[in-house]
């Protein structure tokens, strides 16, 4: 499988007693807890996991749906959380080895999710600046962009020349975003049959997120390798009293 390198965010929902019984003096906060479920006490040693259950049928059509190629680029993918974004600048992200530039449209009170290439000699447009009309400045030449991805403005065009920025190549692709549980999301490809894609079919959910009666953190940290890599090592806790040492609160090495 082709390694996808990019970005992660991740969110962990906790009790906050949990959080502070878990680790007395981390060297680094590491954000992983675990909910209490509230019928149980907080001593781990009393905290019992009962296997689901549940009954499955498969049908010869979901046997051939399972077959199907999975398409990493037909889903919405978490960028950044919320507070992490500064308002007043654009910021620059790759996900699945996507370059993308997410920055604020004052506009239309959205977050938006451009190509990070500016359409006329390929600059990325996370270096650049948001002008006093909202819109995304380019920091090559100054070419605006709105938050359709319309060039609004192209400064060097004469005032007498045809109005070159009206062109459709002077657009920047724009990706499918919204915000939900406080992070943005894009969906990773500019078809334009994907535009209105969060009108059947939205990010995963995360209720409790949403409920007050829960704290958690997000942080988001760039990683060199892929997705698939991550999953497996969160999936093998095994690795954790060795590879993390002296880092975290473990049962000591055998
Ligand atoms: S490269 Fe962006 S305006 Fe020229």
Redesign the pocket.
Known sequence: MKALSGSASFTVSSSPSITTTQFSNPIFTFPYSYRKPNSLSLSPSLIQFTKPKFTATVSTTETVEQDEKFDWFSRWYAIMPVCDLDKRAPHGKRVLGVDVVVWWDKNESAWKVFDDM??????P?SQ?RIDQWGRLQ??????CFSGSGECKL?PQASPDGPPVHTFQRACVAVYPSVVQNGIVWFWPSTDPQYKDIITKKKPPYIPELDDPSFTYKIFQRDIAYGYEVLIENLMDPAHVPYAHYGILRTPPPR
């Open positions: 500016c359409p006329h000699r390929l600059a447009l650049g380019c920091v090559y030449h100054g070419w192209i």
